[in-house]
């Protein structure tokens, strides 16, 4: 799960990838239970290990899902990173298990594995440069079983 999030893949190695794993925080939601609402700071880097969740948007008082997060997603790989506010709804859609990571674990993870650290600020500084808003942010993984087989074409 946590390789799926390209600066941790790149960065974190050994002693500090294990700080990073044994310190998340198992939660346990039940269907329904709304995870981030539109203009949440992003306060912890969320990973599924089993359920469902729905990401959705609202406009005119009405709902559109966008999309089903399955185990091994991710949520708020970027807002996290960059203390930046989610700009979707997420909710539980079957009960699910999520993996949390605190900001202030993360920044307790860098001051400790001081090479990780600078990397993330080097990281951080490129994407300020770019000054992009990204409204869906999260990673999502599929599974097979939900993939289709075979494209045809009419």
């Known amino acids: 799960m946590v390789y799926e ?7 974190l190695k ?3 990838l294990y700080d990073l ?7 346990y939601y039940d269907r329904g239970y709304l995870i981030l609402k539109n203009n949440d700071l992003a306060k912890s880097l ?3 290990d089993y359920g469902v969740l729905e990401v959705y948007t609202e406009f005119e008082g009405n709902e559109f899902i966008i ?5 091994g997603s991710c949520i708020n790989a970027r807002a996290f990173l960059m203390e930046d506010t989610v700009s979707v709804n997420i909710r539980v859609k079957e009960h699910c298990k999520l993996m949390e990571l605190s ?8 001051r400790t594995h001081e090479e990780f650290g600078k990397q993330i600020l080097f990281l951080q500084n490129r ?4 000054s992009k808003k990204y409204p869906c942010d ?10 289709p087989r075979a494209i045809s074409a009419v």
Do not use: S
Request: charged share 20%; no cysteine; proline share 4%.
């Open 5 to 11: 999030i390209d600066y941790i893949k790149q960065n």
């Open 67 to 71: 999309e089903n997060l399955h185990p």
């Open 46 to 48: 969320i990973f599924i």
């Open 103 to 110: 900001k202030e674990t993360f920044l307790d993870i860098m």
């Open 127 to 130: 994407l300020l440069m770019k």
């Open 138 to 147: 999260y990673i999502n993984i599929t599974p097979n079983v939900l993939r």
């Open 14 to 16: 050994g002693t500090a």
């Open 21 to 27: 794993i044994y310190q998340m925080k198992a939660k």
